[in-house]
């Protein structure tokens, strides 16, 4: 399914607010990614159309599980990217955190894997030759820094 930047967004907002908050508010999002009430409402009501949320006005915002394997994704995504451009290249974290939004947005899931199996590798996380890809949420759990030696 090809989302556009602003659905992605909304649906890591949500992600992030269910797994922060325990539930998913119209005014918590609006409040969380500077849009109005309206503006919201209609980007849920997208979400529902698209079978990505479960919804009824006034009642409980959820995630389909499909929305939240999309949510772990693009969360992911950003997270590698982002990792790339302050650890490696050196960037800020205030552009790396810009940048990897829109970065992400143009690479495709096996130029992402290489990415970072790439960052991995560099930064010295254990090995994700174990098959890793972006769209196989158990495979990344393996990576763990190692642990300084003193």
């Known amino acids: 399914m090809e989302l556009s930047n602003s659905k992605e967004e909304y649906l ?12 998913i ?10 849009k109005t009430k309206a503006s919201v409402n209609s ?16 009642g409980e915002i959820m995630l389909t599980s499909e929305a939240e394997k999309i949510a772990q994704k ?6 590698i990217v982002k990792l790339f451009l302050t650890d490696i290249i050196g960037a800020t974290t205030e552009d790396a955190e810009k940048e990897a939004k829109e970065v992400k947005t143009v ?11 790439y960052t991995h590798k560099e930064l010295g ?26």
């Open 74 to 79: 693009i969360i992911e995504a950003n997270d």
């Open 12 to 23: 890591k907002t949500m992600y992030i607010l269910k797994n922060t908050k325990g539930e």
């Open 107 to 117: 690479l495709s899931d096996n130029t992402l894997n290489k990415l970072a199996r």
């Open 125 to 150: 996380l254990t090995s994700l030759e174990c098959g890793y890809d972006i769209n196989n949420e158990r495979c990344i759990k393996c990576a763990r820094r190692k642990e300084k030696k003193n």
């Open 43 to 58: 980007a849920i009501n997208n979400l529902k159309q698209e079978g990505l949320i479960n919804y009824e006005p006034y």
């Open 25 to 34: 508010k119209v005014t918590d999002i609006a409040n969380k990614l500077g």
